[in-house]
């Protein structure tokens, strides 16, 4: 009987709940329009621009110490001869914000990942939300170790540029130029370790899974090995060798990390 009963339910009642559930998805208090999804991403920026602002207050207060940290790559003889040089009235005051700037973006990391993954969170299941702090976390870490390596590294391209043309010409390196190649360098590495974070985050939500980046394997080693050439703006040997290791140790590492993680 109890089969029979089941059998012959009304075929409207289940019309009829899925408008129900239909009207409440629609009435749910979290369901945004595109006007306010806008608003709140304006919200998001700025408060990721005030972290910047702030950290970056911390860091042209210090900016004496920062900038003697980030001479040491130079080699001795060039800081024995003579300081870095400014071409114009205004170009040191520049050079110090510039600097003051870039720190202020690592120092105000864990609050723009922060925002990045509020943003995006509503969007997700509740097992996906779960992931706030090991994403903060864990995107922090990398951010860092990626800075770390590209400081380590950074003193074969400069001084491999300062000694290749140094029989034919004098080298009279700008503040501008130096810091400007530096920033870049290091940020070039920032990013790149965060590949397994990107990677990872998709595979939770079923862009990617770790059959799919097996399958690729060849030939994204391929691209990321090209990609290390023209990441490291230096010409030496060893910034794309070290870098291009490093891109395809994290892809190997993310693929057992989606396993470990992803059920």
Do not use: C
């Amino acid at each position: 009987m109890a089969t029979e009963q089941i059998d012959e339910q009304d075929p409207m009642a289940t019309v009829d709940n899925y408008s129900v559930d239909e009207e409440e998805e629609e009435n749910d208090a979290s369901a945004m329009t595109l006007v306010e999804h806008l608003e709140e991403l304006r919200w998001r920026i700025f408060k990721s621009l005030i972290a910047i602002v702030v950290g970056g207050v911390i860091a042209f207060i210090f900016r004496n110490q920062v900038i003697w940290f980030l001479e040491l790559p130079l080699p001795v003889s060039q800081l024995l001869l003579h300081k870095l040089l400014v071409t114009g009235l205004a170009e040191g005051f520049t050079v110090f914000l510039k600097v003051s700037l870039a720190v202020g973006i690592l120092i105000g990391l864990p609050v723009i990942l922060y925002q990045v993954w509020a943003f995006i969170a509503p969007g997700l299941l509740e097992k996906e939300k779960k992931y706030a702090v090991p994403f903060i976390f864990i995107g922090v870490v990398l951010f860092a170790a990626g800075i770390a390596l590209g400081y380590i590294v950074l003193r074969f391209p400069v001084q491999w540029l300062i000694s290749f043309a140094s029989d034919s010409f004098g080298e009279l390196i700008t503040a501008d130029s130096y810091f400007t190649f530096v920033a870049f360098f290091m940020l070039a590495f920032g990013i790149v370790f965060e590949i397994p974070l990107v990677l990872t985050f998709m595979a939770q939500v079923g862009i990617v899974t770790s059959q799919t980046l097996q399958k690729k394997r060849a030939v994204s080693h391929v691209g990321m090995w090209i990609a290390a050439t023209f990441l490291t703006p230096g010409a030496d040997i060893y910034s794309p060798v070290i870098l291009g290791v490093a891109m395809s140790f994290l892809y190997e590492l993310t693929i057992v990390f989606i396993r470990l993680t992803k059920k």
